[in-house]
C-alpha cells in the first residue's frame, strides 16, 4: 500500500452542505424543528438521519437528481484527481448514507479506496438506512464510529490525514498524522484541547500537505 493516505468526511466537508438539510428545505419544512430537538438530546443521530430521509418522499426524484444538486467544495474534485493521479488513496468516512456517497463519486469521476458510511438503499423515493449491530465499525448513537473506521483506514499507512466538520469527526482526533478542520469543529477541538490545522477547502488542506512534504507536485 502507498505511504500517504487522505481520508476525508463527506457531508459538510466535502460537501457545503449535509444531505439533510438538502430535505429539510426542498421537502420537509417540519424538519429544523425536528433538527433542534435532535441537537439538544431529543434523538440520535441515526435516527434523525433516518427520520429525515423517510421524508425524501414528499418531493418524489430520483436519486440523481437529489445527487446533482449537492452543493459541494469545487476544490474538492481537482485535488482528490489529483490524489489518484499521484498514486495516493484516499477514503471516505461518514455517518451518512453510502448510496449517495457513491453515486456522488461515480458521477464525478472519483475513486475512493474505500467508502465507509451507514450502509443505505433508495427505494419507494427515498433512502432507508440498515443498521448492523455486529458491523465492524458499528455505533448505536452514529450508526458508524469514526474514529474506528479512521483508524482502520490509516493503519494501511504511513502518513495519514484526516478532514472533517463537526463533532462527530473530533473523535478522530489523533487518529492520524494531521487533523483538517472546517466550520463548527475547530470551536470544537479548542475546546477540548486537541491539536489541528485549519483549512476551509480542499485547495488550502492539499496546500498544506505539500509544505510538510507529501509528494503533491
Known amino acids: 500500500m502507498a505511504d500517504y ?35 439538544n438530546g431529543g434523538m440520535q443521530d441515526v435516527d434523525f438521519l433516518t427520520k429525515a430521509f423517510l421524508q425524501m418522499k414528499n418531493r418524489p426524484a430520483p436519486l440523481e437528481q437529489w445527487v446533482k444538486e449537492i452543493p459541494y467544495d469545487e476544490t474538492a474534485i481537482p485535488f482528490l484527481k489529483k490524489l489518484e493521479a499521484e498514486g495516493i488513496p484516499w477514503y471516505i468516512v461518514s455517518a451518512g448514507a453510502d448510496v449517495y456517497i457513491q453515486l456522488f463519486c461515480e ?12 450502509r443505505a438503499e433508495f427505494r419507494d423515493q427515498q433512502i432507508q438506512l440498515f443498521q448492523d449491530p455486529d458491523a465492524p465499525f458499528y455505533s448505536e448513537r452514529y450508526g458508524i464510529d469514526k474514529k474506528l473506521a479512521v483508524r482502520a483506514a490509516a493503519s494501511f499507512h504511513k502518513k495519514t490525514c484526516y478532514f472533517g466538520d463537526s463533532g462527530p469527526d473530533a ?47
Open 107 to 118: 458521477m464525478h469521476g472519483l475513486h475512493p479506496e474505500a467508502v465507509y458510511a451507514n
Open 5 to 39: 493516505a487522505f481520508i476525508t468526511d463527506f457531508d459538510g466537508t466535502l460537501t457545503r452542505e449535509d444531505f439533510y438539510w438538502m430535505v429539510i428545505h426542498t421537502c420537509w419544512p417540519e424538519g429544523e424543528k425536528e433538527y433542534h430537538h435532535w441537537q
Open 171 to 217: 473523535l478522530a482526533a489523533g487518529e492520524t498524522d494531521l487533523l483538517f478542520a472546517r466550520d463548527r469543529l475547530p470551536d470544537i477541538l479548542k475546546a477540548e484541547g486537541k491539536s489541528f490545522h485549519e483549512a476551509d477547502t480542499f485547495e488550502e488542506a492539499g496546500a498544506a500537505l505539500k509544505e510538510k512534504g507529501w509528494p503533491l507536485d
